[in-house]
């Protein structure tokens, strides 16, 4: 007499012969994770029946099981684990717990685009995706990341062509003056051999590098220097310090140092046979002045002097 039922994927083929019953090509399964395990085992009908057959967990009865065993295979499935079946982390295939570090091997499922890695997790969402915990989900990173752990473009593991690194922190960028602390006095620079965004020498308040000599704008009490490129305290000869725009601006030709852009604003003349007098360059100083040329300028005669 033959019988024939489904366990699994496998056909359980009972032979009664002799008393004898064999079993064939039974799918087994101890626990998740193991292989398939195929066995062929003899036993007479007055060894272990259901009745006596020990039960795995909750899963209740079986029908059948080996005398050198008396205990049921367990019913759990690829995705679950222990004597319950409790279920895996949605990222594993196999598990010895419910969490994504009790992963034995990764989810074969393409469509949650997981992927086995030694460096980030054992299963872990394919590179450009993070692991959403909310609902253990692959979700794509913010534009600004090349790789990222988190969906913001502050959780990236490096930055997207474009965009650069904020030392210190895990934000890319587009633009570095967007980080700009006035009140700390930070500015920054696109350091694109390096990637990041770099602080500005603490004269300038925006620049191409972190010296001084490669400012664009400066500081309070800080002058540019066009043809330095530079921050200074002081404006060099034949400039001017302008107040209003923080630069350093050419004087009148007839000065060599001075307050603003006219002849009558010199401090100094350029033409050392000249003197200064109320700010102009003269070559003669005016009725009731006289050369003085330990100064270069025309000093008040006395009072009781037209001339001296």
Not at 123 to 145: Q, R, V
């Amino acid at each position: 007499m033959l019988h024939d039922e489904t366990l699994k994927t496998r056909t359980l083929a009972f032979f009664y012969s002799d008393l004898s019953v064999i079993v064939r090509d039974v799918k087994l399964y101890n626990f998740p994770r193991n292989s398939e395990i195929y066995s062929e085992a003899h036993y007479t009908n007055d060894g272990t029946d259901h009745a006596s057959c020990a039960v795995v967990g909750n899963q209740g009865g079986c029908a059948t099981c080996l005398k050198s065993e008396p205990k049921c295979y367990s019913k759990c499935s690829y995705n679950q684990y222990g004597d319950n079946c409790g279920q895996c982390h949605p990222f594993c295939e196999t598990c010895s717990g419910p969490l994504l570090a009790d992963c034995l091997t990764c989810t074969a499922d393409e469509t949650l685009r997981v992927i086995t890695s030694a460096v980030h997790g054992n299963c872990t969402c394919e590179f450009g995706l993070y692991h959403d915990t909310s609902d253990n989900t692959c979700k794509a990173c913010d534009a600004a990341c090349n790789g990222c752990y988190a969906g913001t473009s502050k959780d990236c593991l490096s930055c997207a062509t474009g965009f650069m690194l904020m030392p210190g922190t895990d934000e890319c960028i587009a633009d570095c003056s967007d980080n700009d602390d006035p009140v700390a006095k930070l500015y920054y620079w696109e350091n694109t051999a390096e990637g990041i965004c770099d602080l500005c020498h603490p004269s300038a308040v925006s620049c191409t590098g972190p010296d001084y000599t490669d400012s664009i704008s400066c500081a309070d009490d800080f002058y540019y220097q066009a043809a330095t490129t530079s921050c200074v305290s002081v404006c060099g000869a034949g400039e001017y310090s302008d107040f209003m725009s923080n630069t350093c601006l050419p004087c009148h030709g007839d000065c060599s140092y001075c307050t603003g852009p006219l002849n009558s604003e010199c401090t100094a003349c350029t033409d050392s046979a000249k003197f200064l007098q109320a700010g102009s360059c003269v070559a003669d100083c005016d009725p009731g002045k006289a050369k003085n040329v330990d100064t270069m300028t025309c000093s008040s005669c006395h009072v009781r002097c037209d001339t001296c």
